[in-house]
């Protein structure tokens, strides 16, 4: 802030014991409880003033957080030409590294206001008291609650002895390898101060469901049918985020225990936000929980209902889950946000009831928190009922009912039966309790009678009866209130109208069809039929309709794209797809060749669909003009002996044409890295508004030479290539084509050597931490990512010559490896044993070093790639006897800023290794060198390549077997 220095000693505790250094003029210092605040008297008029946050003279809390070598701070007012980080416009603020502003402090005047940019750490007994918690008499002892997850650390110390048993159900081993289960379970059942947990005398069960890779369905229901026998409780802070009906087999798997068992399970709502409730969050019978900020503001990511199919109310309540403080995996304490710590939180809460209540079943306990809950802001689909309130939950003598659900109503109206369901109220006192009900919400529903006297021990109901004929269409909740008490009703009057689809085949006869709607909305209906067929959409207005029509004959002999991409719906609605009015698609080339794939595509807006065509069958367009956002392809992989076609073709609704004028050609080669070698390739391509189309792959003998022809515009187009499928795969970057180019591509080209393409994300470090992208191969095309195996294989990383890691992987993110200080880093990957069977390449040893610091961003790494390029035939093989021409390229990686290079070596060997002799006189012309050798008649030959840049960065790269003579 002021320019001045201190040095803080560190005691053998980590906090502050000493400060070392002497502000210039005078300072003030002070503790407040274990802050050390030190206020320079330049600044104290500020800081006494407010203008300038005290916060940023508190020593300890600047240590603490890390700011040791730049003060963030957030400041009103004019920056002038200061470097600004971030704005913040909602609070009319800019965020300024003062540290990197040397004239910060002389226009400290300029400023309104100024604070520490500060990091923030809730904590979990922020959250308990935020609850309600903790409610004397209430601790959950004799509950014992279930935690499905990734296990649990049973040695934690805020965890000591609460794990009654573990059991794993992944088939690795019940112990937490994440961290996440130990997080939930410290929610729940922690006795550790000050992070105690909402039921800290619970005891705990552990199930391993989870492991880094996921949650298997069978892992989890499998978990549950174990846990449900011997907990009253069950948390499940887990899920899938595709959008459910609550028919899935997790969600029955809910429905079925609780009823079965009486165990309540206590499900996350999911992170996917609005609109993605999946399972077992939907389950009828799962206490479902979303998840609410320290303000009780519902969290961005917390996913919301309705439910899927039948609008149903999900979460049915919300609880802390941002910032959450427990239990971590070293031992320590962790921060974390989700749903997955704020459904503990309940678990916890449901834990008190079931030990006050040894009674009760999941569906009371269910009833308790979710009919008590404290009133935040939001409508039921995102919160539910609302914040769960233990002392409400703990002190009410009568708990009911807390969602009813009337569900989705399609229409027509006018005739529709009143539909009734039954509120329960329950009552645990020793004294009668008379209920007054207000309903809050739609005319349509009606509640009868208008009070309840619920009788001592006993339980009374209220109906609550929908005339759904009533009212306008929508969503709707309302509240029935009850004393303290709150239950949500929600049902959807909605109006649906049925598109009928009748499909007529080229013969007459009624066809086959795959029908898609879809509006700009991105409102979508589908619909196989066999020649006659209805599909009922929600929204009247214009639609894309899809329409593919198959004329059969046993088998698909002909397809029909029958396009309407401006269908108006008004109502009831007729559509006819006659494929008769169909115009013929041909592939007329010039060279033998047969379908090995045929596709059609339709796209407008958020509709994209592609329809793939028997390889055998005619294609036919039904032709259109449609609008100008409208596109329909076709798409046809044609292959042949040595020559392929891979055309897509767009139009807005006619039959597509091309020109040979508008085709490129690629001439691909296929190397062989073993003797009698199958191989297989695929070709992909993609429009500018999707995915990669599917492509199925052809099995060719290696070596193999093929001309392709593809469309040039704007269609990327790329291919997959097997060395042994599904093993030794090859990526080829997508790219376009300008007409009557011509390309060449050469794949498993030797020699197949470690390092790394264009097509890897670039290696960089980022603070401290490396990010490495060395393949075990790559082969000459600097466009291929080439994924194969080395059969043995070790990498070690050095730093200053000091090994700081080892193992057999160099891709990935590493951490631990960088340090704070400029240093030279050395990465050795020796490849003992190629890859199975392979006859080249069957050994190396690279070693990459490079110089790195310490960066404020994201830093891309100067290391040195080489690429060769040699005349090697389809065996990867050259000719004995005679002179051969070494060409290389070596240079800094793709993506890194390009380093000079400053010198070059290139060796030779025919024993393997034994002896070397130096390739002389290498001439350098642009980025590329060559050298000349004699070959001997037979055998192979070992490579090694030596380079130097100008910044003393270096690759010493080895390949044995690089190729063999002939």
């Known amino acids: 802030m002021t320019g001045d220095v201190l040095t803080v000693m560190r005691g053998p505790d980590g906090k502050p014991a000493g400060l070392v250094g002497e502000p210039s003029g005078g300072w003030i210092q002070e503790t407040v409880g274990d802050d050390v605040y030190v206020v320079p008297n330049k600044a104290a008029g500020l800081v006494n003033s407010g203008r300038v946050d005290r916060e940023l003279f508190n020593v300890t809390r600047l240590v603490a957080e890390g700011h040791l070598r730049s003060t963030p701070v957030i400041v009103t007012g004019g920056v002038g030409t200061m470097s600004v980080k971030r704005s913040l416009p909602s609070i009319g603020a800019s965020v300024i590294d003062v540290t ?147 028919t899935d087999p997790l969600s029955q798997a809910v429905n079925k225990l609780s009823a079965q068992t009486g165990a309540l399970f206590v499900v996350a709502a999911g992170n996917s936000g609005p609109g993605k409730l999946g399972t077992p969050a939907a389950a009828d019978a799962a206490l479902t929980v979303g998840a609410v900020d320290r303000n009780d503001v519902v969290a961005s990511f917390s996913s919301t209902g309705p439910r899927l199919g039948d609008s149903a109310v999900k979460p049915d309540l919300a609880a802390p889950g941002v910032g959450i403080v427990s239990a971590g995996l070293a031992g320590g304490h962790v921060g974390m946000s989700g749903t997955s710590m704020a459904t503990p939180h309940v678990a916890g809460a449901a834990a008190l009831l079931a030990a006050a209540h040894p009674s009760w079943r999941g569906e009371d306990l269910k009833a308790a928190l979710t009919s008590s809950t404290a009133v935040i ?43 009734s369901k039954k509120v329960l109220y329950s009552n645990d006192s020793a004294a009668p309790v008379r209920l007054d009900l207000a309903w809050n919400g739609s005319s349509a529903v009606t509640v009868s009678p208008a009070s309840v006297e619920v009788p001592a021990g006993g339980s009374a109901s209220v109906t609550v009866t929908l005339d759904v004929n009533q009212g306008e269409l ?71 309709l899809a329409g593919f029509v198959s004329t059969m004959d046993g ?68 032709p259109v003009d449609g609008p100008a956002d409208f596109e329909l392809t076709t ?47 695929a070709a992909t391509a993609r429009r500018p508004y999707d995915v990669s189309s599917l492509i199925p792959r052809v099995d060719v003998p290696f070596p193999r030479s093929v001309t392709k022809y593809v469309l040039a515009g704007d269609t990327t187009y790329g291919q997959f290539v097997w060395g042994r499928f599904p093993f030794e795969s090859t990526v080829l970057r997508m790219r376009t084509y300008a007409p009557r180019e011509r390309a060449a591509e050469d794949w498993f080209r030797g020699p197949l050597m470690p390092g790394s393409t264009e097509v890897h994300y670039p290696m960089y470090r980022e603070k401290d931490q490396f990010l490495l992208n060395f393949s075990e191969f790559t082969d000459s095309f600097s466009g291929h990512a080439l994924e194969a195996t080395a059969l043995d294989k070790a990498v070690r990383v050095y730093r200053d010559d000091a090994l700081v890691w080892q193992g057999t992987n160099a891709r990935g993110i590493f951490n631990g490896v960088a340090g704070p200080d400029p240093a030279v880093y050395r990465v050795e990957m020796d490849v003992r044993k190629g890859a199975q069977d392979w006859n080249v390449s069957t050994e190396s040893r690279s070693v990459w070093t490079f110089r790195s610091q310490r960066s404020p961003e994201r830093a891309y790494l100067p290391v040195l ?36 290079i400053k010198e070059v070596s290139v060796g030779v060997s025919f024993d393997r290794g034994r002896t070397w002799r130096p390739v002389p006189h290498l001439l350098h012309s642009g980025d590329s060198y060559r050298g000349m050798v004699f070959h001997p008649r037979s055998g192979s030959v070992a490579l090694r390549v030596q380079v130097t840049d100008v910044q003393g960065n270096s690759l010493d790269q080895t390949v044995y077997d690089a190729y063999r003579l002939r």
């Not at 035939?873 to 021409?885: E, H, K, S, W, Y």
Request: net charge positive; glycine share 12%; hydrophobic share 40%.
């Open 100 to 246: 990197q502003q040397a004239d910060f402090w002389r226009d400290v005047e300029s400023f309104d206001k100024i604070w520490l940019n500060g990091m923030a750490k809730p904590a979990l007994d922020r959250s308990v008291a935020q609850i309600g918690g903790p409610v004397p008499g209430y601790s959950g002892q004799g509950a014992t609650v279930a935690v499905l997850d990734t296990g649990i650390k049973a040695d934690h110390p805020d965890l000591a002895g609460k794990v009654l048993e573990a059991k794993d159900f992944t088939g690795t081993s019940p112990n937490d390898e994440h961290g996440h289960g130990t997080h939930v379970a410290g929610i729940i059942a922690s006795n550790g101060a000050p992070y105690r947990g909402v039921a800290p005398d619970a005891t705990l069960l552990s199930g391993k469901v989870c492991t880094a890779s996921g949650c298997p369905f069978d892992a989890i229901i499998a978990g549950m049918e174990w846990a449900a026998s011997k907990a009253r409780v069950v948390n499940m802070s887990l899920g899938n985020d595709a959008p459910s009906d609550g």
């Open 474 to 544: 929508g969503r709707f909740t309302g509240e029935l209130v009850a004393g303290g008490l709150r239950t949500v009703v929600a049902f959807h009057k909605d109006r649906t109208y049925g598109v009928t689809v009748k499909a007529i085949d080229r013969n007459g006869n009624p066809g086959r069809a795959n029908v898609i709607l879809a509006n700009a909305a991105g409102a979508s209906a589908r619909l196989s039929l066999q020649g006659n067929g209805q599909v009922r959409v929600r929204e009247l207005g214009e639609y894309t």
């Open 377 to 419: 802001a939001g409508d039921p689909f995102t919160r539910g009922t609302g914040r769960v309130d233990l002392r409400k939950a703990v002190g009410s003598p009568v708990r009911a009912t807390g969602v009813v659900n009337f569900g989705y109503f399609a229409g027509p109206y006018g005739s529709v039966p009143p539909i």
């Open 555 to 622: 088998a698909e002999v002909e397809q029909t794209a029958v396009p309407l991409p401006a269908l108006q719906v008004t109502g009831e609605t007729e559509v006819v797809l006659d494929a008769r009015l169909g115009k013929p698609v041909s592939w007329t080339v010039p060279h033998r060749v047969k379908p090995a794939a045929l596709q059609f595509g339709m796209h407008r807006g958020k509709l994209t669909v592609l329809s793939g065509v028997t390889p055998t069958a005619r294609m036919s367009v039904v």
């Open 635 to 681: 798409r046809a992989w044609l292959v042949g002996e040595h020559t392929d076609y891979h055309l897509v073709v767009p139009s807005h609704g006619q039959v597509p044409r091309y020109s040979r004028s508008q085709l490129a050609s690629v001439r691909t080669s296929f190397h062989a890295t073993r003797p009698n070698q199958t191989g297989s390739y």
């Open 865 to 900: 790639i080489n690429r060769w390029d040699l005349n090697l035939d389809g065996n990867n093989t050259a000719p004995g006897g005679l002179p051969f021409v070494l060409k290389l390229s070596p240079a800094t990686q793709y993506g890194a800023p390009l380093v000079p």
